[in-house]
């Protein structure tokens, strides 16, 4: 079992992670997609008049605040056209996929978290009324029973909090806390980068492999969002993951070229 994560970044080639899935698939390999969505979410939340929120914590991260009509534009944005583009991409290619929300049986589960620590200009605050968690649980049985009857699952954000209530989580950790809970062979963390770079943005400056053990000292090279992938990679391995990869899903075919060892390997 592979888990597969494509971000959600500008450049993204989706035609060709889905014509490399499907051959892979259909040659038996066993998937399970994980996406993003957020450059699109991005156009659509300044197109509705709700322009994006990020915001900072005080250790570094960089986070969406998911107030209620983020978390719905978020929805019609990853649960609809990101989620079923794809979908629709793998049944072109005559791979039965299944879309389906964190949310939906559960899939993903987790603690919400109401209240925000964040830093603006200097200060730090704490911002109220976040609808955002981190995956604490994953519904395998409900996956396994999908895999079982043939069905590739098509996976996206958001999740599902203790009390029910939707949750927007990060997409790499949620991949990696899906890795652990199925023992994947390994986690494919797909972006619009050739792999985490030692100087970003140069990309000559790709560094070819981490030791497992060593992860949480590469997070120094991470700015922003990439820090969540490293992070991810770090729980992945943690758990019991062999192998994960930070790879480019820019062109070619980005999940072959990974599991043959480009971009970033964590083993
Ligand atoms: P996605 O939505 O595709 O999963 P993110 O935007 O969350 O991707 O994270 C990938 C981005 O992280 C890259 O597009 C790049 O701009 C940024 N980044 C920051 N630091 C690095 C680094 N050291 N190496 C590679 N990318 C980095």
Redesign the pocket.
């Known amino acids: 079992m592979i888990i597969v ?1 494509v ?3 500008a450049g ?1 080639d989706y035609d060709a992670v889905c014509a490399d899935l499907a051959a892979r698939w259909k040659a038996g390999d066993r998937f399970i997609l994980v996406h ?1 969505g ?2 699109e979410t991005n156009r659509v939340a300044e197109a509705l008049g709700h322009p994006p929120r990020f915001v900072t914590s005080p250790s570094g991260y960089t986070s969406r605040f998911t107030d209620r009509e983020t978390l719905e534009i978020f929805e019609m944005v990853y649960c609809g056209k990101m989620n079923k583009g794809i979908v629709e991409r793998l049944q072109r290619l005559g791979v039965n996929a299944v879309g389906l929300s964190g949310l939906d049986g559960r899939i993903f589960e987790g603690r919400h978290k109401d209240s925000v620590r964040v830093v603006e200009n200097g200060k730090t605050k704490v911002l109220r009324g976040d609808h955002t968690g981190t995956v604490e649980r994953v519904n395998t049985d409900l996956l396994t029973l999908l895999l079982h009857a043939g069905y590739l699952p098509v996976l996206t954000p958001p999740a599902a909090s203790y009390e029910g209530v939707a949750i927007n989580v990060d ?2 950790r949620a991949a990696a806390a899906l890795a652990v809970a199925l023992r994947a062979d390994a986690l494919l ?1 797909l ?3 050739p ?4 100087a ?2 140069d990309e000559s400056s790709l560094i070819g492999h981490i030791p497992a053990p060593d992860v949480e000292q590469y997070l120094e ?6 820090k ?2 490293v992070l991810g990679a770090a729980e992945a391995v943690q758990g019991g993951v062999r192998r994960v990869v930070f790879g480019d899903a820019r062109a070619g075919e980005p999940i072959t070229a990974a599991l043959a060892g480009a971009g970033t390997v964590v083993s």
């Open positions: 994560k971000g959600g970044s993204i993003g957020s450059g997409g790499d963390l972006s619009n980068v792999g985490l770079l030692r970003y943005p090279f991470a700015q922003d969002r990439m969540k992938k």
